[in-house]
């Protein structure tokens, strides 16, 4: 049964509604679920039969590029067409980038129109201006005066805006002001909403995408946090741009959307996926629902938390930990699976990302390869690789008089009170302690903090709002001056794989955007073979969306629109399948020039289609090699990485 999108009126941050056709966006409303379409637009037999197929799956709002004024006259007989097969409710976004001309014309024909203050008015070259107040507010008149004209059309028209702030298109001039932050997004957004409101113009909905989810989310806090100090109160369309494909795309969408639908900000989400874009519905409808339980459900204890002094929601940075063996500290994240029920045996290890090698008597791991097993009541039989750590519970490992043959050492398991005590008085490399985040009371976090053992905690929660639960008993244990280090847990039984992947890339992805983690534990019960490659591929999943441990190339690749120069889903397949073995590399793939360049400054290399069959290549933001043909683009690409010594050959893999 599908949930409602529709939470209780004190459940999301208030809004104003704003009426988009027959769509209404922000207030009471449910979250609105959008995407965009990736065909040319002036192929409108194409641009139709693909709304429709979006449509069908749920789409409620439709966004269609309008690159110039020809385009934007299309929209005319898209709508007309659209209308004709039944769905003049659902409401048409032209998207704009560098031609006012062509927004305007499009606001004869559309509900609404998206505007990117970063190159409506301005051009990016990357160059830096210096400014004097005068010079500044110079510009600004310049924008307005630019600007306004589609403000007073709209406003006549009854059209809806979305003025929307691209982390990778922030103009020269506000790069130069403010640079490359989250503040700098802010600014961008505001100049051209202070020009609407002097208007008297309020049907704006507003947003602050980037591929990386943690600019993402400070910029959107940011954001909410101005407009509330300001007396504003307009709609925020959510969503990580160029989040890419398949699980990557999933998973960073879910840590960015999923972390400010859980803090109650969001009206209406797009989920930005290298795919068809009906394929991006089903995931934000589940995003949303997510949303809708974890609101709907109170949660006094976490509400009652106060933030600790010095946290800063709109900057990263990690909660200082102790080390314990290898968790906490300056240690990257660990990640734990639970192999109660499931072989162990040296194969069943392989789908964590540790395989044996029968011939040569020894072990080889992935980059992404699992740091902890919990065994539960057995014993293994058989020598471990020396980088992984095996733990029993805590009768277990008493019993065994807390060793095991072969020098492989069993940590205990066990809960608070039992887990204090040092089994016949050994003192074992790590204490696991596992408490439920409500357990975790001020006091509680008081005693911890005067332990001196080798103590980690393992936090969970029963809680259905899991990231405000998690989030408050790590303020507690801030606030008690506690430096144990924490393992999150969440155990997610009886939920589909794509509803563990989403709600855990929220849960987990939230806490560790805001510094909090030293490692993560997923259980879920989906297969017991690939269902520990798949638990094992969403952790290291998570910790990727997040920048906390790299263990896999990145792709910033965009979701096409009827802009792009190439097959996107194509291409970014051919270039994945020979990169995806350069750990920490990140690539960009953009399929024309809008935000491409701006993009390019994240990414260490990038491919954007420049024209018809031609490919331009990126060093970051720098151009490196200008319209080289499509066809021999992707090996030009590979001589670019060896040239700047980034490149190393495939490993070869053990059967």
Not at 302 to 312: K, N, S
Not at 394 to 416: K, L, M, N, Y
Not at 586 to 608: L, R
């Amino acid at each position: 049964m599908t949930i409602s999108t529709e939470t209780h009126p004190s459940a999301r941050k208030a809004t104003r509604p704003v009426k988009i056709g027959g769509v209404t966006v922000g207030g009471n409303a449910p979250i609105v679920l959008q995407s965009m379409t990736t065909a040319d637009t002036m192929d409108i037999e194409a641009t139709v039969a693909e709304s429709l197929r979006m449509i069908e799956a749920g789409c409620q709002i439709v966004r269609i590029t309008a690159p110039s004024k020809r385009e934007a006259e299309a929209l005319g007989e898209i709508r007309s067409r659209l209308d004709a097969a039944g769905h003049s409710q659902v409401p048409l976004v032209a998207d704009i980038h560098f031609t006012p001309n062509a927004a305007e014309v499009a606001a004869d024909h559309v509900e609404k129109i998206r505007v990117n203050p970063g190159n409506y008015a301005d051009k990016k070259k990357f160059e830096t201006h210096e400014y004097t107040p005068e010079t500044y507010a110079a510009e600004l008149d310049r924008i307005r005066e630019r600007f306004t004209p589609l403000v007073l059309k709209c406003k006549a028209l009854g059209r809806a805006m979305r003025i929307g702030t691209n982390h990778g298109s922030l103009s020269d001039r506000i790069l130069s002001h403010y640079g490359d932050t989250p503040l700098g997004m802010v600014e961008s957004a505001m100049e051209f909403l202070n020009i609407c409101r002097d208007e008297d113009y309020h049907d704006i909905v507003l947003s602050m995408k980037a591929s990386n989810p943690q600019v993402m989310v400070q910029a959107y806090r940011m954001l909410a946090d101005r407009m509330h100090k300001e007396g504003m109160a307009y709609p925020l369309h959510l969503g990580v741009t160029e989040a890419g494909e398949g699980e990557d795309g999933r998973i960073k969408s879910a840590v960015g959307i999923g972390t400010l639908l859980a803090e109650g900000l969001g009206d209406t989400i797009r989920v930005s996926l290298t795919e068809a874009p009906e394929a991006e519905i089903p995931v934000a409808r589940m995003l949303a629902e997510q949303a809708v339980a974890a609101l709907s459900a109170e949660d006094d204890v976490a509400a009652a938390t106060r933030e600790p002094d010095g946290f800063d929601r709109y900057v990263y940075s990690r909660r200082v930990t102790r080390p314990v063996a290898m968790v906490g500290g300056q240690q990257v994240p660990v990640v734990c699976h639970d192999l109660t029920g499931r072989p162990l045996t040296p194969a069943g290890l392989h789908g964590m990302g540790h395989r044996y090698q029968v011939d040569l008597d020894k072990w080889e791991a992935d980059d992404a390869a699992c740091d902890l097993i919990f065994i539960g009541d057995r014993t293994c039989d058989f020598a471990l690789p020396g980088w992984l750590r095996a733990m029993q519970d805590g009768a277990t490992w008493s019993q065994h008089g807390g060793s095991v043959e072969r020098h492989h050492p069993i940590w205990d398991w066990a809960g608070f009170t039992a887990a204090r005590q040092s089994a016949h008085g050994i003192d074992p490399q790590l204490n696991l302690l596992q408490m439920d985040a409500d357990e975790l009371t001020s006091e509680c976090a008081a005693r911890l903090a005067e332990e001196t053992g080798p103590v980690v905690l393992g936090l969970t929660t029963s809680r259905a709002n899991a990231l405000a639960s998690l989030r408050a008993a790590f303020f507690r244990l801030v606030h008690a001056g506690c430096d144990l280090p924490v393992i999150v847990r969440r155990d997610l039984h009886g939920a589909s794989a794509d509803a563990v992947q989403l709600r855990a890339s929220t849960e987990m992805g939230g806490l560790l955007l805001d510094g909090f983690g030293d490692g993560l534990w997923i259980g879920g019960d989906v297969g017991v073979e690939g269902g520990l490659r798949f638990l094992n591929r969403t952790a290291f999943g998570i910790l990727q969306a997040t920048r906390t441990r790299i263990s896999r190339t990145e792709y910033i690749s965009c979701p096409s629109c009827g802009r792009t120069l190439f097959d996107l889903q194509e291409t970014t397949a051919k270039i994945r399948s020979v990169t995806d073995h350069l750990k920490g590399v990140k690539i960009g793939i953009m399929g024309c020039i809008v935000n491409g360049p701006g993009e390019m400054a994240d990414a260490d290399y990038g491919y954007v289609g420049t024209g018809p069959g031609k490919i331009t290549l990126y060093k970051e933001k720098e151009v490196v090699r200008r319209n080289i043909p499509e066809d021999e683009a992707v090996e030009a690409l590979i001589d670019l990485i060896r040239e700047h010594g980034d490149w190393v050959e495939a490993p070869r893999r053990s059967a």
